[in-house]
């Protein structure tokens, strides 16, 4: 036993003595830190969402990217709410009624942008049409002027059913004028209705003559929200009120529209959410769990009682302390409880089974004493690895891990407080019945690590080679949305926009000095292959107006004055609604007679649908008549109104350059500081790693370091922590290495502590390899913890057997062979729950730590022994 030892020995058996002096002092004082920490931590913890926070400032690409966000505040903390109609008219329509509610709460929504919905962008929405495209959508125009006009006059069902008689009488007489693609259009209209399933006309599609895609049906704007830090859910008051204003707007599936959800603050928000039930959930889960094992483990209700005050104590303290040292928690940091629950809980079993053990041949006081002395000086060695395996990411770059490290290595410094203080002080004052023979932890099966222990040193060699060649396929997935609950509303849109949208959220942005280097910048990363669009402010300015502005002029002169508002006809009666529907199906019929050599395409869908509309009329009661025909006249003229306007404003159109353009857009584009924002989107789906590394890899070959967002921000984040991952890991193992050498002054046992270490760790990255487990954001703190967890079992298996062998030389029937167990079990039991959380990466670091933790006591309770046996077996034979 070295002088250091023997220090530790000293200090504490005089700490015993106290503690065992003063019991009901020592829990008094506990209880009492106990209940004020618990109402310290109630009402001054917070938490904070942002992935990006969970990384150093100094980092250059961190750097950039606040500094971008300082010039382009808008875009921070934003709510994308994407709109989906069944037409463009309904999403247009919809996302109008909603952004004029949400501009009636400017405290709650202080910005609302949806530059396709302002005036500026309505009047001048045929200058940012190509011109032979604005040319196609003229002479639609011009064929459609004579249904426009009237119905700008009469826009009823009466009026839509004349329109459509008027063109078919024409039809009849001779004309070749092309309706027959708007004749097939109301008809699915109309058929829509009689289904049962009413799906509106598109104006827009009939005014364009062409079909719409997703995006055309599609509207996205941007909310900036109010959000209040001093809730747990900064964003929960906004996003509810938002989605409460979409349900009064009747906004919903049911109407044929669909409002979600995305963007910073909506993704910040349910991921708190998910992480917070999960942390929740895990750690009730694994505390019910923990006290289960320690029944069965330790059967005696005092050693249960005292093992989970303490685990309790130490839990509220460790988390008084998270409180009081940084504030608030981050998506990693927020599982030191669970960490805690299943390392702290450790501490109590080796010593109250230690005690137990010792009360088959000593009374209480000398138990107590001896266990302090004892495995008091393991635990306080475990105590300092462990605690250097979480501190070893305090100096990295990855703040979010860092802060964990410092939360729960100092926690294990609690629990070696709570374990020494009390733990002794209850042992004191609570009856424990004494064991009339030791309690085998293994029994003789698992003795044979000691009968063949060269054997299973060769086999763990040659399993440790095997899992070795693994390790090069070793991966880190880069993209936090997989850290995810992949079920949540802001996620599932995410990842829709990412996969169908024209333009992918995931873009890059770069600030240029001034427009002419941002128009350089633009023509040049638009030349590169992995690169689908770039967009500055100039893109706002549409090419060749001169031309266009004519071809608008030739529009207004067509359509004349009869866009222009009138007054409206009276609203016809449902008599007259059904007459206009018979007087268009006997223009129908008269036209089907004439028996044209080349009938008009739609024609006949029109007729068999207005004939089955009168005849379901006739069997329709009177009472639900005027409903029935409300139904199928919203179905085909509710998009027209907002087409007309549109169309209205868009005939007014100007010439304008960039300085014209409205602040709302321009200084989105151009800050106050003057930097031109340049915006560079994907042309492959970034989901896949190896994509967003070429998109990442090209745009910066142009951008420079100026380059940021999202994809960078991924890649550059996952180097980080990468780095920092190796770092903390070599500096761990080096710190603890050193550690062990120094109490134990032997190269020897250190190196026995070690070794099975190492073979749990690589049996733990083969196992992510073979599992498709690839490492991320939150599970890559799990190897270099393993270092510190692990190494526990270690020291405690070695200091028995060095210290207090058994006299049967079965070390594996000992209490610390059954603590090591059931240490295990327990912490096996904490992070497995994690693994049941619906955040992805929490759950992954529950499985990788659960797996590694698994290996770590595999190669404890088998490889160890055989390595002790081996050199005892070594030492007892001739030279």
Known sequence: MNALTRSVGRALEGWQAFVLRHAVAVLAVALLATIAGAYHVVNHIRFNTDTADMLAESLPWRATYLAYERQFPQYSDTIAVVIDGRTPDEAQDAAARLVTRLRAEPRMFPDVYAPQLSQFMQRSAFLYLDLPELEDLADELARMQPFLARLVEDPSLRGLA??????????????????????????????????????????????????????????????????????????????????????????????????????????????????????????????????????????????????????????????????????????????????????????????????????????????????????????????????????????????????????????????????????????????????????????????????????????????????????????????????????????????????????????????????????????????????????????????????????????????????????????????????????????????????????????????????????????????DRAHWLFTLEQTLLAGLPGRIEALRAALQARAFDADQLPAAIRSRWVSAQGGYRVEVFPRDNLDVNAALEHFVGAVRAVMGEQATDTPVINVEASRAVVAAFVEAFAGAAVVIALILYLVLRSIVDTALVLTPLLLAGLLTGAATVLLDLPFNFANVIALPLLLGIGVDNGIHILHRFRSAPPADGLLLRTGTARAVVFSALTTIASFGNLALSTHRGTASMGVLLSLGIGFTLLATLVLLPSLLQLLSDRRRSPA
């Open 162 to 623: 004349g329109v459509l008689a008027e063109a078919v009488d024409a039809l009849t007489d001779g004309d070749t004028v092309n309706v027959g693609d708007a004749f097939a259009r109301i008809a699915a209209a109309m058929t829509s209705v009689l289904g049962g399933a009413p799906v509106p006309l598109s104006w827009q599609e009939m005014m364009s003559g062409r079909g719409a895609d997703s995006d055309d049906r599609r509207v996205v704007i941007s909310v900036t929200p109010t959000l209040d830090y001093s809730r747990l859910l900064p964003g929960e008051t906004a996003i509810n009120r938002l989605r409460g204003i979409a349900d009064e707007l009747a906004l919903t599936p049911a109407h044929g529209v669909s409002v979600r959800l995305t963007g910073g603050a909506a993704m910040a928000y349910e991921e708190l959410q998910s992480v917070s039930r999960g942390a929740e959930r895990a750690g009730a889960l694994a505390f019910v769990m923990v006290a289960v094992i320690l029944v069965v483990g330790l059967r005696s209700a005092a050693l249960v009682a005292t093992t989970l005050v303490a685990l309790v104590t130490g839990l509220t303290l460790t988390a008084t302390f998270a409180s009081i040292a940084i504030g608030e928690l981050n998506l990693i940091s927020v599982a030191f409880a669970v960490l805690y629950i299943g390392l702290g809980v450790d501490y109590a079993i080796h010593y109250v089974l230690r005690y137990q053990e010792l009360l088959s041949g000593l009374d209480r006081d000398q138990a107590l004493a001896q266990t302090s002395t004892h495995t008091g000086r393991s635990l306080a060695l475990c105590t300092l690895t462990t605690a250097v395996g979480f501190y070893a990411f305090i100096p990295t770059d990855y703040t979010g891990v860092a802060e964990l490290g410092l939360i729960s290595g100092t926690g294990m410094i609690i629990s070696l407080a709570v374990t020494l203080t009390v733990v002794p002080a209850m042992l004191r004052l609570l009856p424990v019945r004494q064991l009339t023979r030791t309690v085998t932890a293994t029994g003789s099966r698992l003795d044979w690590p000691l009968r063949y222990p060269a054997a299973i040193c060769v086999i763990a060699a040659i399993v440790a080679i095997a899992a070795a060649v693994t390790l090069p396929a070793l991966r880190f997935d880069h993209n936090p949305i997989h850290l995810q609950d992949p079920t949540t509303e802001s996620v599932r849109t995410y990842e829709d926009l990412v996969a169908h949208s024209t333009r992918s959220p995931l873009s890059i942005v770069g600030v240029a000095p001034d427009g002419i280097i941002a128009a350089a910048m633009a023509h040049e990363l638009a030349a590169l292959p992995e690169v689908d669009s770039v967009m500055t402010v100039a893109d706002f300015v549409p090419s060749r107006q001169d031309a266009k502005l004519a071809v608008i002029d030739d529009i207004a002169l067509s359509m004349g004055l009869d866009l222009q508002p009138v007054t409206a006809l009276a609203p016809p009666t449902d008599a007259g609604r059904v007459e206009s529907l018979r007087a268009l199906q006997a223009s129908l019929r008269d036209y089907r007679d004439g028996a044209p050599a080349s009938p008009a395409a739609g024609a006949d869908a029109l007729a068999r649908a207005v004939t089955a509309i009168l005849r379901h009329l006739e069997t329709v009661p009177p009472d």
